[in-house]
């Protein structure tokens, strides 16, 4: 076939420039994968290159096998043994030749440890000692981890520094006595070896000729040494990326690359892929209004001659719970018009934000699956919470006690545990009753613990008994110890959970505790699902990078989530705006963004303006009316006066949980509602946001 027939201008000038550095700049949806494909093809077809000459890297096997498998398609060659990998492949390919150069214990029989090995080195190297912190192996293997792929990693606290160094020191001379390599140090390594090593890195100069690099946006320090050691001699280096996309400055990516790369090499030929193949005009037209705020970037315009166009729509409701209402109604309205659930994607800036529309979803049969993650009660943070307030009601509840008796670390190890157990079964009573029998003082503070909880229970609010729980257990300190952020945000997301339960449930906190508990145990799970299966995705952007949907939701599009409330630089916005970008940019056909005025979050209400992006991209003037159906009736904002909710005598109502009523009393800010069977009558609050009015 011929290489070039099916490629636009663009494409064909970036295929072409064969000789010296070469950066594209490819929008989204531009077709960067055809562009790296078919280039490479023709310098194999039409230039002559020997395949073994060419080095072409990228981020994830995935893409490694997609670029094979394209041009095997195109040429009728075997690529098995081609130099088309990730970074970390193409390093250990290097590794298994060169690795004695490091010295030491190094050879070319070398293991690689995975994330699982990897942890257990950590765990051998602190098996000895002891921090006041209780800083768990997981973290200290992040620590390890950034230190190798971040400039300058630093820790804020000094004494978490200095333990840090000391065990860095140690963990690496565990692995090199052991010819063991992580996952980092595949680069790293390399990256040592040819600085120190010249000849070694002029074979492999002359060896590749010509070197091509995908997603270069995303590579760090090191993945940037590295090509630019390679490509110094020939220069034949050919980059594509989109700085736009770049959202992995977490990992240690930098942006910055881009720029550095024209001034490592000054003679940089600069191409931009501009034409997108993915999205209608309407929602590039938003992506471009967007990024176009981001500084020090190079512009670029993205555009496609697609000619029907669907206008994006920005609805902005009263609460949280008309939010995911809205999401709903409109799904089952396009499923009406022929979509199926695989063709909907909702992204969401933070992960608690997925638990509003798993509520929701399980109550209205919807299938979903919660995209590269876990459902938000699945999570082990959640779980263990659940387990806390469990044990705390029933004290007798086994599994819950044997899942948090030593969650955070309390010194209770696995020999105690079988002595409390053989007492337990011989005695025919619970765990939890055995510790009387056994002389062990970290148990006897444990079961204190519990004890002193449960009187507490009914004495005070049930957000209040939470805060308590967090506190007299430490589980609270023992994330934040660990900088566990995400986890942190999800156990103070379930104080939402528990305030929604005082209007579900009557009776005390401990009757409320054991239905909700209930509840919770009777969910659906959810299955982790394959790309192709009928189900709506939930996914943060992270998770979105690299796919499409034909009917995209960018939910919670408020200020303090979106952009995050951990914004605090310039630099932070401009990636959350490019974060924000993705997001746009996932959409084929239709594009909705939502936002509230109030939002329960953490156990109370909270009342953020929309995000600076929905101004950016022209949409505050154009609010969508603010009606959501519900079966077959409208539901419409309540009429406020002066923020005070009005209802009056026979107003039909919808609540999030009891469903349709009738309002029959009045009595200042409280409303007597008669619902369905097998509620009843029920006296609520008037200005919940569980409680909207309808009309038909």
């Known amino acids: 076939m011929n290489l070039l027939e099916d490629l636009n201008e663009r494409q064909k000038e970036a295929v072409l420039a064969t000789e010296g550095p070469v950066m594209v700049m490819a929008g989204a949806g531009s077709g960067k994968t055809r562009v790296l494909t078919r280039r490479i093809a023709y310098l194999i077809k039409e230039i002559g290159i020997n395949p073994f000459n060419i080095l072409a890297v990228t981020f994830t096997n995935k893409a490694a096998l997609e670029m094979k498998e394209r041009i095997t398609n195109l040429l009728g060659i075997d690529t098995k043994f081609m130099w088309v990998s990730t970074f970390h492949s193409f390093c250990a390919r290097f590794l298994r030749v060169e690795a004695k150069h490091i010295g030491g214990m190094y050879t070319a029989n070398f293991q690689i440890l995975d994330d699982e090995d990897s942890l257990k080195a950590v765990k051998n190297v602190l098996k000895n000692k002891s921090y006041k912190d209780d800083i768990k192996p997981q973290v200290f293997k992040t620590w390890i981890s950034n230190s190798k792929n971040m400039p300058d990693f630093q820790l804020a606290d000094p004494y978490k520094m200095q333990i840090f160094t000391e065990v860095y020191k140690e963990y690496n001379e565990y692995l090199a006595n052991n010819n063991a390599f992580d996952f980092d140090d595949l680069i790293l390594k390399t990256v040592e070896i040819f600085k120190k090593e010249r000849d070694i890195l002029y074979k492999y100069q002359d060896k590749f000729n010509y070197i091509l690099v995908d997603e270069f946006q995303d590579t760090n320090k090191v993945q940037f040494e590295l090509i630019c050691l390679l490509a110094a001699k020939h220069q034949n280096i050919f980059v594509v990326g989109d700085e736009d996309q770049s959202i992995y400055s977490f990992r240690g990516a930098l942006v910055t690359n881009v720029k550095r790369f024209r001034e490592v090499f000054p003679f940089t030929k600069l191409i931009l892929l501009e034409e997108n193949y993915r999205s209608s005009k309407a929602i590039l037209d938003l992506a471009n209004k967007v990024i176009k705020n981001n500084t020090d970037r190079v512009e670029k315009n993205l555009y496609t001659s697609k000619i029907d166009s669907i206008k994006p729509y920005y609805y902005e409701t009263s609460t949280s719970y008309e939010e995911t209402l809205f999401v709903l109604n409109k799904i089952k309205e396009l499923l009406d018009k022929g979509y199926s659930y695989k063709d909907f994607a909702i992204m969401y800036r933070a992960n608690y934000i997925s638990r509003n529309f798993e509520d929701v979803f399980i109550k209205n049969q919807i299938p979903y699956v919660i995209y590269g993650g876990f459902s938000f009660f699945a999570r082990k943070e959640i779980k263990d919470m659940i387990a806390y307030l469990r044990l705390i009601l029933n004290n007798d509840d086994n599994l819950s006690f044997l899942r948090i008796v030593n969650e955070p670390k309390r010194k209770i190890g696995g020999t105690t545990l079988e002595k409390l157990d053989k007492l337990a079964s011989l005695n025919k009573i619970s765990l939890f009753k055995a510790i009387d029998l056994i ?115 960018m939910v919670a599009m408020e200020e303090g989530i979106f952009p995050s ?86 107003d039909k109502i919808n609540h999030k949980i009891f469903g349709d009523g009738v309002v029959v009393s009045v009595d200042g800010n409280y409303i007597k509602i008669a619902f369905k069977v097998p509620y009843g009558i029920k006296t609520l609050l008037a200005s919940h946001p569980s409680i909207i009015k309808i009309t038909k």
């Open 439 to 553: 002389a062990n003082n970290n148990l006897t503070k444990f079961k204190e613990m519990i004890l002193d909880l449960k009187t507490k229970v009914d004495e005070i609010s049930i957000c209040d008994f939470y805060d308590l729980v967090l506190e007299k257990t430490m589980y609270l300190d023992y994330l934040k110890a660990n900088d566990e952020e995400d986890r942190i945000e999800n156990v103070n997301e379930f104080k939402s959970v528990l305030d929604e339960a005082k209007d579900t449930y009557e009776g005390n906190n401990s009757n409320i505790l054991a239905n909700l508990l209930l509840d919770l145990s009777l969910r659906t799970n959810t299955d982790d699902k394959s790309d192709n299966d009928e189900v709506v995705k939930l996914m943060s952007f992270h998770q979105a990078k690299g796919l499409e949907f034909k009917v995209v939701f």
């Open 565 to 650: 409330g951990n914004t605090f630089s310039p630099s932070d916005l401009e990636e959350e705006r490019r974060i924000c970008y993705v997001g746009i940019t996932r959409a084929e056909e239709r594009l909705y963004l939502t936002s509230c005025k109030n939002r329960l979050m953490y156990g109370h209400y909270e009342s953020n303006p929309p995000s600076r992006f929905i101004r950016e991209m022209g949409l505050l003037g154009n609010i969508k009316k603010k009606v959501i159906s519900v079966n077959t009736k409208e539901i419409v904002e309540k009429e406020q006066v002066d923020n005070k909710v009005i209802f009056k005598l026979g």
